[in-house]
């Protein structure tokens, strides 16, 4: 499958798993968790920023038609998308990532590095959309308790998903 | 120029960046706005079809609760039925009433989409502008007040549920006394806060809290919830009362959309007044 046609395919499976399951399972008024932006963090290592920033716009957006939340998804992900190389930037070795046709994942980033970089971009994610959400709203620390819980299960659920479903795969 | 040209380049990314997030938060802050168009939410075609064909599975999974919400609004509008009464054996005491206008039309509606645990949430009806609902009306559940209709597209409407931040009614307490209810995302699902009532107004647990009719979104006396308890700030003048909804949001399958036909009479009418 080429790598075009898998991002469309994986885009379509993440808003659908966000959008009919995640958001379905309440599992309490303060822990929403979103992996829906898995999309953006396993883009390949080579693509064009001008491009990842719109594959965020698009991203984002088609989170907000079904959420109505008119867009604070879009914002949180275009800044993960416009941050992201920076932060892969810091996280890689000497040399670089092996970045020919490849994507991050752990097996091309390792296991830490990997849990690392999906840590911090959920965590810029949440605070912005979680942020934005409860806009000229008081309660600061029920907003602090809401991304820190939220973000301990999204990092969990995206790792999970990267098990499941990526490192199996060999090849 | 030269230089211009070589900023614009270096700096591209970042200005790329820039350009899409001004127009990501466009988007956002016009949101603001009470009327909005029905594109960018679940009320499009696409979202709102999806939602349909979910809701279609996952609906017989609440029949069951879904029937039993429709079973007690028929007993209770059975209640009503003018043939549960006795009325005067004569026939000289019968007057045709022709004078009533009809004020209020009650659209059924199916819910498609619902979310519970946002900060801000919406229901999504299979009605819309080609069935009459258009934003600004009220919504009903079998059982109490459910939102309002924020947006609509041809078939499908979007309502802010109780549950946002943005939605509030006027409600009045057994006392006469009239508030408003708000909801916040401290709470759950199932209550929210009734504010405004004096601290004179007597209240007690259990009281219904009920429309007030002064809005033109709902007919007077339809339920709103129940009061859950009573905190009072000795420094204000006014009780903090949380309630427990009627509506029941986490397996809603049925609305009413309330059509008012004399309510842009009324609204005109207090706009020339209070500007």
């Known amino acids: ?171 | 120029m030269r230089n211009l040209i070589i900023f614009f380049r270096n700096y591209f990314n970042f200005l790329f960046f820039l350009l899409i997030e001004i127009v990501c938060f466009t988007i956002f802050l016009r949101d603001n706005s009470f009327q909005r168009s029905a594109f960018l939410n679940s009320s499009n075609a696409v979202t709102g079809k999806l939602y349909q064909k979910y809701n279609d599975i996952q609906y017989y999974f609440q029949l069951k609760s879904t029937n039993d919400s429709l079973v007690q609004e028929n007993a209770r509008l059975r209640n009503r039925l003018l043939s549960d009464y006795d009325r005067p054996d004569t026939g000289s005491l019968q007057v045709t009433d022709t004078g009533l206008g009809r004020k209020f039309v009650w659209l059924p509606a199916k819910v498609v989409n619902n979310s519970v645990n946002n900060a801000n949430n919406y229901i999504t009806l299979h009605r819309g502008r080609n069935q009459q609902v258009f934003p600004n009306m009220g919504v009903m559940s079998p059982s109490g007040v459910a939102g309002i209709v924020r947006s609509v597209s041809g078939n499908y409407a979007v309502v802010m549920s109780l549950l946002n931040k943005q939605t509030s009614i006027s409600a009045r307490v057994d006392s006469g006394y009239t508030g408003s209810v708000v909801w916040s995302p401290l709470l759950d699902g199932a209550h929210g806060i009734l504010k405004d009532i004096p601290r004179s107004a007597r209240v007690k647990t259990g009281d219904a809290v009920v429309t007030s009719g002064f809005s033109t979104l709902f007919p007077g006396g339809i339920p709103v919830g129940y009061v859950d308890r009573i905190t009072d700030d000795p420094s204000s003048n006014f009780h903090t009362i949380r309630i427990r909804f009627a509506t029941n949001f986490y397996n809603l399958q049925y609305v009413y959309v309330i059509r008012n036909l004399k309510g842009d009479e009324k609204n005109k009418l207090e706009s020339t007044e209070a500007p």
């Open chain 1, 1 to 171: 499958m080429s790598e075009l046609l898998k991002n469309i395919f994986r885009f379509i499976l993440l808003i659908l798993l966000q959008v009919f399951v995640l958001n379905r399972i309440l599992i309490h008024q303060i822990v929403n968790p979103y992996i829906y932006m898995v999309f953006i963090l396993v883009l390949p290592f080579r693509i064009q920023r001008p491009l990842l920033i719109l594959c965020g716009l698009a991203l984002g957006l088609t989170m907000d038609a079904f959420m109505n939340t008119m867009g604070m998804h879009a914002i949180a992900c275009v800044l993960i998308a416009y941050l992201r190389p920076f932060i892969i930037n810091i996280l890689a070795p000497q040399g670089g990532f092996e970045m020919v046709q490849k994507a991050p994942s752990f097996r091309t980033m390792g296991v830490a590095q990997f849990s690392v970089y999906t840590l911090i971009l959920v965590s810029i994610h949440h605070v912005v959309y979680f942020t934005l959400e409860v806009f000229g709203f008081a309660g600061f620390f029920y907003l602090l308790l809401k991304i820190l819980l939220s973000v301990m299960v999204s990092t969990g659920l995206i790792l999970l998903y990267e098990m499941l479903f990526v490192s199996r795969r060999r090849g």
